[in-house]
């Protein structure tokens, strides 16, 4: 057995196109370990095609021309607004615009304006007075509740506390909702139909 590394290539024809082709070799420190490539199974690779240089750049110059183009649409939209249906006026409503239009200016008369004015100093006199009508009964009040004090401490205790009964209001929900009388309820798909703006 040689010193150096032995290498035997079988090759077994599998079919014209595929090979297969297994190594198998031996170590100088171990002689008896053999070892065996897996088979390698390959296709020959297949010429490329010559292209002619002017079609490459014929095709590189119409890609390049399409691009520039999308751009081109591009910037001409960046400044226009996506329209808004709401808000857009109906073209029958466009063409009525001139006999639409006032031509004089309605000015609030005189009369209108005083009317007003004395309304708003009448509804401030008035939110004054119950505001003063306030304080005086919370005033007396809280002077009742002192000289009740003074006198009985557990009268005082009583007053102050709230009474239940003077609002004897309780309100239950209903669980569910109650189903609407003579509804039928629609059966199909949902198309959408918003209009896309492109």
Known sequence: MHSLIRKMSVAMPLTESLMSQRTICT???????????????????????????????????????????????????????????????????????????????????QQMQEILKAWRSYKYQQSLQEMKMIDRISSSQLHALEQLRTISEDLYIKAIQMDDSLLPFTAVG?????????????????????????
Do not use: C
């Not at 059966?187 to 139909?193: A, K, L, S, T």
């Open 27 to 109: 170590n100088i420190r171990f002689p008896t370990f053999l070892q065996v490539s897996s088979p390698l199974l390959a296709e020959p690779l297949k010429k490329k095609k010559k292209m002619d240089p002017q079609i490459i750049k014929a095709r590189e110059e119409r890609r390049r021309k399409r691009i520039e183009k999308s751009i081109k649409k591009l910037e001409k939209n960046a400044k226009q607004l996506k329209p808004i249906e709401e808000i857009d006026w109906p073209i029958s409503l466009q063409k009525q615009k001139s006999l639409r239009e006032r031509t004089e200016t309605v000015s609030q008369p």
């Open 174 to 198: 209903p669980s569910n909702t109650p189903p609407i009388v003579g509804y039928d309820i629609l059966d199909g798909e949902y198309i959408d139909e918003t209009p896309k703006w492109k």
